[in-house]
């Protein structure tokens, strides 16, 4: 126990082969909706259950980083939920940090983006929000991994008003 969360995914199938743990996982190219449906845990640090059994479809992200030993993933949910206390939503990502011996500059560059955020009323409105987590994969503990929200187009995470066909002046 390192007194992290643990994400705990059960996926099944996959279509590229993980050989460092002799599993199968679904590649970046595959889309979500082609992923067999799997399951996500979340307990807290202190032990208590976040998300219990929750359908979630897991693959691969990342161009580079994923072909390091290390893999990070990219998660969707069947529905939009709070996770870890970070606004509800469906998709997710679990950074590996492979390059990262440090495993910090990710929360640390995060942390600064959200700085300006609380400090300047005139910065971007919405930064990333993520913790650190061990994550259980089929069984397997990868590793301690980022998890943190997807940059999406949402009202909960980069709130962006739609144009309208009417919107062409440049003024």
Not at 43 to 64: C, E, I, M, P, S
Not at 65 to 72: A, G, H, L, V, W
Not at 137 to 144: D, K
Request: charged share 25%.
């Amino acid at each position: 126990n390192t007194g992290l969360p643990v994400v705990v995914i059960n996926q099944p199938g996959g279509d590229v082969s993980w050989g460092n743990i002799g599993e199968k996982v679904w590649s970046k190219q595959t889309e979500f909706d082609a992923v067999a449906a799997g399951e996500i845990t979340i307990y807290k640090a202190d032990g208590t259950t976040d998300l219990q059994q929750v359908v979630a479809r897991t693959r691969l992200r990342g161009n580079t980083t994923m072909d390091y030993p290390k893999k990070p993933f990219a998660i969707k949910l069947d529905e939009k939920l709070e996770v870890l206390e970070m606004p509800a939503h469906k998709r997710w990502c679990l950074l590996a940090n492979w390059k990262d011996k440090s495993l910090i500059r990710n929360h640390i560059a995060f942390g600064i983006a959200q700085k300006f955020t609380e400090t300047f009323s005139d910065s971007t409105p919405w930064q990333v929000h993520g913790q650190f987590v061990e994550v259980v994969y089929n069984g397997v503990h990868i590793g301690n991994y980022y998890l943190c929200e997807q940059i999406k187009v949402d009202k909960n995470r980069v709130n962006v008003t739609e144009m309208e066909s009417t919107d062409t002046d440049p003024e």
